[in-house]
């Protein structure tokens, strides 16, 4: 028996997580600048962490908590969900991570029907354990979220239908979803979309997200909507939410309250769907148990600061964009698209740069800047740019890189 004979084909057949390719490049490329990783570069609000200081040495903080998140932060998401998302017919759910979101939701419902993995994802992958059997179809859009994407194949879900987005807004194709839904059999059991998008940068306008509920709740299928950008928004854009028995919405603190490494996300599920929630606490104490205790009390009086705190911040990120735009002009007009909300830009490659990897790893080496080649999103040919990252004078140093790159790569090809 060979070395990989007794490992899980689902873990043999997962594609290697695009980030860890692009830390592997950045650790071997000299005094690289990062426009790759979806982070920001804000902390936490420091009131919030003085106020966790106090905590530390306090018994409750290093025990076990409940499943489904400390009382206290778990009352202040649901009047959050009412107020800011007018989700009205909902429950909460803490979990570690966004990522981790996803995947409860998925089993929930599963067990309510029969039986998902990462960043804000290990939710994503719980959801598609509560929802998904081997052999079951499910639904996502290019380009789309490569971690998703990938919790699906470690999860044994080999029937992943990618769906067209529109070639000038990246929006989902509604058309072709309606399509699929009544001829594909089985019915697909999971539609999935990000608002705004990762890694496109996109925002699904409100009538458009509930042209894709109507579809999937006629069909019975289960929408999952990772919603983790939700105060990312430029030009005037508003994020909406819809809610109904069949939809699952995630959100995570991670990017807004600078909260990457505390792992705190939430699921709003719905409350009127029988059962959902005892099949969620099977999952999540089998998983992770609880988030973290003293992550759940950041989380917590970072919400007492309130979203004006992170909207501020969002507000400043719209000069990244600007400047990073300009960057990316060498590859003419039509290529950009994106920004409108999240932290991302999409550009397409020259015709001739169908290996996008090959490009991101020659920016790399020859020009030290960094992004995420499309291909991970299922659109070869492309790359994601984040402008979150970096406080503006980074951020311009990054930018000179990468548009002496792009017209290098424009007018000579990529030069060693």
């Keep these: 028996m060979g070395s990989y004979g007794m490992l899980a084909k689902r873990a043999l057949e997962t594609e290697m997580p695009v980030m860890v390719q692009i830390q592997e490049l950045i650790r071997g490329a000299k005094n690289a600048i990062s426009l790759a990783q979806g982070v920001v570069h804000w902390l936490p609000p420091k009131k919030a962490l003085e106020k966790v200081k106090e905590l530390v040495w306090e018994p409750r903080i290093s025990r076990y908590g409940a499943d489904e998140g400390i009382p206290e932060l778990r009352e202040a998401l649901m009047l959050k969900l009412r107020k800011e998302n007018k989700l009205v017919n909902s429950s909460v759910m803490v979990t570690a991570g966004a990522n981790q979101v996803m995947n409860y939701a998925s089993r929930m419902y599963a067990a309510h029907l029969h039986r998902c993995y990462k960043r804000n994802q290990q939710a994503f992958v719980n959801i598609v354990l509560a929802l998904c059997d081997p052999g079951d179809s499910v639904v996502m859009f290019a380009p789309y979220y490569f971690n998703a994407y990938m919790s699906f194949q470690m999860t044994g879900i080999t029937n992943i239908l990618v769906g067209p987005g529109n070639p000038k807004t990246l929006h989902p194709d509604a058309d072709w979803l309606e399509r699929t839904l009544s001829e594909t059999r089985p019915i697909p059991k999971v539609v999935t979309v990000v608002n705004p998008g990762n890694p496109s940068g996109t925002y699904i306008p409100e009538p458009l997200l509930k042209r894709i509920s109507d579809l999937c709740r006629k069909a019975g299928s289960w929408l999952i909507v990772d919603n983790t950008y939700e105060y990312f928004m430029y030009d005037g854009l508003k994020h909406s939410c819809i809610e109904g028995d069949h939809i699952v919405n995630i ?166």
């Design 251 to 416: 959100f995570s603190f991670s990017k807004a309250y600078g909260m990457m490494g505390w792992r705190v996300g939430y699921i709003a599920y719905p409350s009127g769907v029988e059962g959902f929630a005892t099949q969620l606490l099977k999952i999540q104490d089998n998983i992770p148990i609880c988030a973290s205790i003293l992550s759940q009390h950041l989380a917590l009086y970072s919400l007492e600061v309130g979203p004006e705190w992170v909207t501020a911040r969002v507000k400043d990120l719209v000069k990244n964009r600007e400047i990073l735009l300009e960057a990316l002009s060498p590859l003419g007009e039509d290529a950009v698209r994106g920004g409108e909300g999240a932290i991302y830009l999409w550009a397409k490659l020259p015709d001739k740069y169908v290996d996008d990897f090959k490009v991101v790893r020659w920016l790399a080496t020859r020009h030290g800047v960094v992004v995420i080649p499309g291909g991970a999103s299922g659109c070869p040919g492309h790359v994601r740019i984040s402008f979150g990252g970096l406080i503006e004078p980074d951020c311009r140093s990054a930018a000179e890189r990468l548009k002496k790159g792009l017209e290098e790569l424009v007018s000579n090809g990529m030069v060693e």
